[in-house]
């Protein structure tokens, strides 16, 4: 059980380091304004989708889980609805910077 407890700790620890890192990186094209305001709708876009499929009363843990599954929905959803061409390149960016956004509303949050 303590090395299940272990387990889960770290995988959520390295998902948090990812959507942090995703966030530094998203911040760091802010002096580069069109392509920033791009990332910013790519990121909204997933924001909305993952509110849809986590809804608004979740974990870390649960969020960890969906984070395993989310390549494959928010390519769906970019090649759909993306506003403008070239946005694969910066899904990786884009996916890790909305969870690091939306792990502030889980119910076992810590800073």
């Known amino acids: 059980m303590a090395g299940t407890v272990l387990l889960a700790m770290s995988q959520t620890e390295v998902a948090r380091q ?4 995703g966030s530094r990186r998203l911040e760091g094209f802010r002096d580069d ?3 920033y305001r791009q990332l910013l709708e790519l ?3 997933v924001v909305d989708e993952l509110r849809k499929r986590i809804g608004q009363t979740y974990t870390l843990g649960q969020l960890v889980a969906a984070y395993g599954e989310s390549e494959r929905w928010a390519r769906e959803l970019l090649e759909e609805r993306a506003p403008f061409p070239g946005w694969p390149r910066d899904l990786t960016v ?9 792990q502030r509303g889980a119910i076992d949050y810590e800073p």
């Open 94 to 102: 884009v996916l890790a910077a909305a969870f690091d956004a939306y």
């Open 33 to 35: 304004g069109r392509r």
């Open 43 to 45: 990121l909204d876009l």
């Open 18 to 21: 990812e959507w942090e890192e």
